[in-house]
Every structure is written in C-alpha cells, then in structure tokens.
C-alpha cells in the first residue's frame, strides 16, 4: 500500500490560484498511476485529473480542465494538483489517490481503480 499525505489547501478567492501536493511513501511510488478526487459536502467523491505512472498520460474532468493541471516527480514521490482561475463550485475536500496495484497500464479514472487514499485537505473558494 502507497502511504500519500496531500497538503496546500485553504481558502481563497474566486479567481486566485492554489497548488496542492501529495507525499507518496511506503511502496515505489513511480510504478503508480495516480489520481486527484474531491467531496464536496452532500455530494459524491468524484475524479477530478489523473496521471499514468509514466506522467506522460493526464485526464481531466470537464469541470476543471483547462484550469488545473496534473504533475508528478517520481525522483522527490510527490504528485501535485495546480488550480487557477479557481470557483465557488471548487469548493471541496480533495484527495489524492493512487492505484491498487501497479498496473503498468492505461490511465485510471473510477474509484474502485485506486485503493491508497490520503487524508484529504481542504479547498474552500468564496465568491
């Protein structure tokens, strides 16, 4: 199991920029593709960017894409969620994720596809 303890999160205006990051221990951590998720209260966990293990694969939900990015940096085992131009509806506690099982495969996306989650931090956007 990967051991991830995401931080970076706060609250913030709409329109500002936040970066959060995610420390990945405990298993080797560049054979994992990794994924974002976020919660908002009352909704379900819902994908919000993923990353294969290579880094060269990304996915975006509609909502954000275009304003977050996805990264990774296998050699410090870090993943990292850029956001900018940041809304009311981004509202959530996010989480990062990485895979069951090293997969060596296609990009995932669905929950049942990743089985380390951190603790999750919060993103709180006023209008």
């Known amino acids: 199991q990967v051991l991830l303890v995401e931080s970076g999160g706060g609250l913030v205006q709409a329109g500002d920029s936040l970066r959060l990051s995610c420390a990945a221990s405990?298993?080797?951590?560049?054979?994992?593709?990794m994924g974002w998720f976020r919660q908002a209260p009352g909704k379900k966990r819902e994908v919000v960017a993923a990353?294969?293990?290579?880094?060269?694969?990304?996915y975006y939900a509609d909502s954000v894409k275009g304003r977050f990015t996805i990264s990774r940096d296998n050699a410090k085992n870090t993943v990292g969620l850029q956001m900018n131009s940041l809304k009311p509806e981004d509202t959530a506690v996010y989480y990062c994720a990485a895979e069951v099982r090293p997969s060596f495969g296609p990009i995932r996306t669905t929950i049942p596809d990743f089985g380390s989650w951190g603790q999750g931090t919060q993103v709180t956007v006023s209008s």
């Open positions: 405990g298993r080797t951590f560049s054979n994992y593709a």
């Open positions: 990353i294969s293990w290579t880094g060269g694969s990304t």
